[in-house]
Every structure is written in C-alpha cells, then in structure tokens.
C-alpha cells in the first residue's frame, strides 16, 4: 500500500442559474500526505473524459441545452494532480442550469494508483418543461485512465 494520501470530500458549485462561476482556483490534487503537487515528478496530461447533456424543448422538438461536462486531470502514472471539471455550451433563454461537481475520498487500487471518485450533479430547468436532474459518476485514475461508474 502507498504512502497516507492528502485527500478530502470537496463540493463546488461550476454553473448557477444559467451562469458560469469563477471556478478557475477550484482544483483537487491526491499527493502522499505532507507532499505538495511540486513536489511529486511526473506530471503529465491534462486528461479529460467528457461527458455530454442536452435537452430537447418539449414543444418544438430543438435542441435548448447543449453543455459538455468534461472532468479533467494531470497524472503521474500513480497520482492524481489539479483535478476539476470543465463545463462548456449553450442555454435557451428560458431555461436554467445548475451544475456542482464533487469529489470523495482517494484510495489507492491493488496496484498502488490512485482512485479518485468525482460526481457531477445537474439542474435542469425549463419554463415549459420543468425541471430535471442528472447525476454523472467516474473515477478518475492516477495513471491518467478513468471510468464512469453509472
């Protein structure tokens, strides 16, 4: 087993009410415990897993939401550096989203890399359609693989 990692449960807010928030600063990194990202060599990537959301208007059949969700991290080969989710696209005036991503306690697999469970939750609203929620669930992994878990 690895060094004690450096990891927490974050939640952060990307999107509120059909607006981008400044998360620019809101990054996780799972370094050994005591280590800074600088600290560890190796770093390669970013790499990202993207995942898509889109909405179709209830009455006109078109497209009101088209958003990409692209979680993206740098590697080591066995840790996890400046994770964060990217969020990207376009909203109908009359519709609203919400996204926050979250992530859980690091744990390392059998082999000693690191696994860092992450979550993004979507509102969607629309005057005509209500309101609809998505939640996104992956790993993502310090050798710079990633999966999605449901």
């Given at each position: 087993m690895?060094?004690?990692?450096?990891?927490?449960?974050?939640l952060?807010?990307?999107?509120?009410?059909?607006?981008?928030?400044?998360?620019?600063?809101?990054t996780?990194?799972?370094?050994?415990?005591?280590s800074?990202?600088?600290?560890?060599p190796?770093?390669?990537?970013p790499?990202s897993?993207?995942?898509?959301?889109?909405e179709?208007?209830?009455?006109?059949?078109?497209?009101?939401?088209?958003?990409?969700?692209?979680?993206?991290?740098?590697?080591n080969?066995?840790?996890?550096?400046?994770?964060?989710?990217?969020?990207?696209?376009?909203?109908?005036?009359?519709?609203?989203l919400?996204?926050k991503?979250?992530?859980n306690?690091?744990?390392?697999?059998?082999d000693?890399?690191?696994?860092?469970?992450y979550?993004?939750?979507?509102?969607?609203?629309?005057?005509?359609?209500?309101?609809?929620?998505?939640?996104?669930?992956?790993?993502?992994?310090?050798?710079?693989?990633?999966?999605?878990?449901?």
């Amino acid at each position: 087993m690895g060094a004690e990692l450096d990891t927490a449960k974050f939640l952060w807010d990307i999107f509120k009410d059909g607006a981008k928030l400044n998360t620019s600063s809101t990054t996780v990194s799972v370094v050994p415990k005591g280590s800074a990202v600088a600290d560890v060599p190796g770093w390669q990537g970013p790499v990202s897993y993207p995942e898509k959301y889109q909405e179709l208007s209830f009455l006109f059949q078109s497209n009101i939401c088209d958003f990409t969700l692209t979680p993206t991290w740098q590697y080591n080969g066995q840790y996890i550096a400046n994770f964060t989710v990217l969020v990207d696209g376009t909203l109908d005036v009359l519709s609203s989203l919400d996204v926050k991503a979250s992530t859980n306690e690091a744990s390392y697999d059998g082999d000693d890399i690191v696994e860092l469970p992450y979550q993004i939750d979507v509102m969607f609203h629309n005057v005509t359609g209500g309101t609809k929620n998505t939640t996104f669930r992956g790993i993502a992994r310090g050798d710079g693989g990633g999966r999605d878990v449901g």
